[in-house]
């Protein structure tokens, strides 16, 4: 006190002593930004692809798994902010053929058939053992759903919880709905749909469409690739807020895309029509459907016959169509709710 009474009266200012406060504020904001920097890889596998993935958050958390959709949309940062970072991680990669991972599909169309859902899937456990995740919750949107029930059900030991929306199985009968029973919806744009693709007598719209993807005249897979992606835009219009997707003005980027959603489509996605019949693998798992009523793409009954099959899972019909800002927000809610 006499120190400071000196100081005063002779003009001298208080020295600036930090507070604890302050240094502790600092310290939180530092460790805020590195848990929200993502930690970025590559993982090669056996066959040569290589795999590029990232995870946010707290490395010692309970992990949330992102699977993007197309197949061949590659991944972007929105799984970063679905978490608490304090206390979880998040993990996603770009699939094989698509997006950072290489070779890229369009580089090496003769290791095509090397892209499957059990490859993906093995890709996935793969990741899992090299990041060193006992378990996981897994999340994905699209055909990321399919993907996420595909591998939830070859190895439901490392699934803690599932969390969907715009759910599909990519099965046989939801191909058929979206690239030849639509045109009952949109018969102009379907009519133009159809006929810019080269079809031998009875072959479907989706395979003719694979096969001109692999045809090694690049000009045939441009065309293709084009009409392929009108296509796209027109069938997932009807969602409230729709836009056109800039990825199908990038020429690149679109032929990834149709390349490998054609390819996965005319497999009907290598298994997905077995997907209802092994939810009783799932019968342990808690799960979250979300789906928006007015996705006329995908509509809402396969997420409902999902439900049926699966009665530990919660069916949330939103508003939306083929995903959209409420589905989005709905998918934080579940992962709150189910990574504890």
């Given at each position: 006190?006499?120190?400071?009474?000196?100081?005063?009266?002779?003009?001298?200012?208080?020295?600036?002593?930090?507070?604890?406060?302050?240094?502790?504020?600092?310290?939180?904001?530092?460790?805020?930004?590195?848990?929200?920097?993502?930690?970025?890889?590559?993982?090669?596998?056996?066959?040569?692809?290589?795999?590029?993935?990232?995870?946010?958050?707290?490395?010692?958390?309970?992990?949330?798994?992102?699977?993007?959709?197309?197949?061949?949309?590659g991944s972007d940062g929105g799984h970063r902010h679905r978490i608490d970072p304090r206390r979880q991680q998040s993990i996603t990669f770009d699939q094989r053929g698509c997006g950072r991972s290489r070779p890229l599909v369009?580089?090496?169309?003769?290791?095509?058939?090397?892209?499957?859902?059990?490859?993906?899937?093995?890709?996935?456990?793969?990741?899992?053992?090299?990041?060193?995740?006992?378990?996981?919750?897994?999340?994905?949107?699209?055909?990321?759903?399919?993907?996420?029930?595909?591998?939830?059900?070859?190895?439901?030991?490392?699934?803690?919880?599932?969390?969907?929306?715009?759910?599909?199985?990519?099965?046989?009968?939801?191909?058929?709905?979206?690239?030849?029973?639509?045109?009952?919806?949109?018969?102009?744009?379907?009519?133009?749909?159809?006929?810019?693709?080269?079809?031998?007598?009875?072959?479907?719209?989706?395979?003719?469409?694979?096969?001109?993807?692999?045809?090694?005249?690049?000009?045939?897979?441009?065309?293709?690739?084009?009409?392929?992606?009108?296509?796209?835009?027109?069938?997932?219009?009807?969602?409230?807020?729709?836009?056109?997707?800039?990825?199908?003005?990038?020429?690149?980027?679109?032929?990834?895309?149709?390349?490998l959603i054609t390819h996965y489509w005319s497999h009907s996605g290598f298994g997905g029509d077995e997907i209802l019949g092994r939810m009783d693998r799932l019968a342990h798992v808690p799960g979250v459907l979300i789906h928006?009523?007015?996705?006329?793409?995908?509509?809402?009954?396969?997420?409902?016959?999902?439900?049926?099959?699966?009665?530990?899972?919660?069916?949330?019909?939103?508003?939306?169509?083929?995903?959209?800002?409420?589905?989005?927000?709905?998918?934080?809610?579940?992962?709150?709710?189910?990574?504890?």
């Amino acid at each position: 006190m006499l120190a400071q009474a000196r100081r005063r009266a002779s003009g001298q200012s208080a020295p600036v002593v930090p507070s604890r406060l302050g240094q502790l504020a600092g310290r939180y904001v530092r460790r805020m930004a590195d848990l929200s920097a993502p930690r970025t890889g590559r993982l090669r596998r056996e066959d040569g692809a290589e795999l590029y993935y990232e995870a946010v958050g707290n490395p010692d958390g309970p992990a949330v798994l992102w699977l993007h959709g197309g197949p061949g949309s590659g991944s972007d940062g929105g799984h970063r902010h679905r978490i608490d970072p304090r206390r979880q991680q998040s993990i996603t990669f770009d699939q094989r053929g698509c997006g950072r991972s290489r070779p890229l599909v369009t580089e090496r169309l003769d290791q095509l058939d090397r892209n499957t859902t059990p490859a993906q899937v093995e890709d996935i456990e793969a990741l899992r053992r090299h990041l060193g995740v006992d378990r996981w919750t897994v999340t994905g949107a699209s055909w990321g759903s399919t993907l996420a029930l595909a591998y939830a059900q070859a190895h439901p030991e490392r699934v803690t919880g599932i969390a969907l929306f715009a759910v599909t199985n990519t099965s046989t009968a939801e191909v058929e709905w979206i690239t030849e029973a639509m045109g009952r919806v949109f018969p102009e744009e379907w009519e133009a749909f159809a006929v810019a693709v080269d079809r031998r007598p009875g072959e479907r719209v989706v395979d003719a469409y694979a096969r001109a993807m692999r045809d090694p005249a690049p000009g045939t897979r441009a065309r293709a690739a084009e009409a392929w992606g009108r296509w796209e835009d027109v069938h997932v219009s009807l969602g409230p807020g729709w836009r056109p997707d800039p990825r199908w003005q990038d020429p690149p980027v679109r032929d990834v895309l149709a390349t490998l959603i054609t390819h996965y489509w005319s497999h009907s996605g290598f298994g997905g029509d077995e997907i209802l019949g092994r939810m009783d693998r799932l019968a342990h798992v808690p799960g979250v459907l979300i789906h928006g009523r007015n996705d006329i793409s995908s509509p809402v009954v396969t997420a409902w016959r999902v439900h049926r099959a699966w009665p530990g899972s919660e069916l949330v019909v939103l508003g939306d169509g083929h995903g959209g800002r409420d589905s989005v927000g709905e998918l934080e809610r579940a992962i709150a709710r189910l990574v504890v």
